[in-house]
């Protein structure tokens, strides 16, 4: 059965409920809804590389690692914003709902055609409005490439290309090589 579409503002509790009986993923910036794109194997398979890795080593701590469907919460100049984050760690249970978090820890976004100025631009504003975020991560799909943005560093690019480089995500203290993040992808 089809869910029919929604009024062209909707409220956060509408946005949330709208979600929780669709079929199709939506993010949400102030009252406005933007519909997601399916994932393509690729994107599929890294993202899952790298929460696995993510999962198995925050395993037994404070920090959890979440997949794809579960949302990150912002609050920009009194708009409400919500994002599907690839991959996400959140370190602390303050600001956990049932279908969001807002301390995230570390964000990942796999790159596609479609939401790679998004991505870049749009979350690179965004995102580090976050106080508990440390990295914003940037993984392309069609290449080796990961982009790490750090909070300490002032959010200065650091771009690795070689399947042989390995990656620190040190808000976990996770080393990972760009052949585990690309296992089966390249």
Known sequence: ????????????????????????????????IHAMAGASEQHNLIAGNIHAAFHGHLRGGPC???IADFKVRL??????IFYYPDVMVSCVRDGLEKYYLRDARLLVEVLSDSTEAIDRREKLINYPQIPTLEEYVLVAQDKPEVTL???????KPVVVTSLEDTVEFRSIKLSMTLREIYERVF
């Open 1 to 32: 059965m089809e869910t029919a579409a929604p009024p062209l503002l909707l409220s956060v509790e509408d946005y949330l409920k709208f979600e929780a009986d669709g079929q199709v993923r939506h993010e949400y910036i102030g009252g406005r």
């Open 64 to 66: 959890r690692a979440y």
């Open 75 to 80: 609050e920009i100049n009194r708009e409400d």
């Open 149 to 155: 943005l750090h909070r300490s560093e002032g959010w």
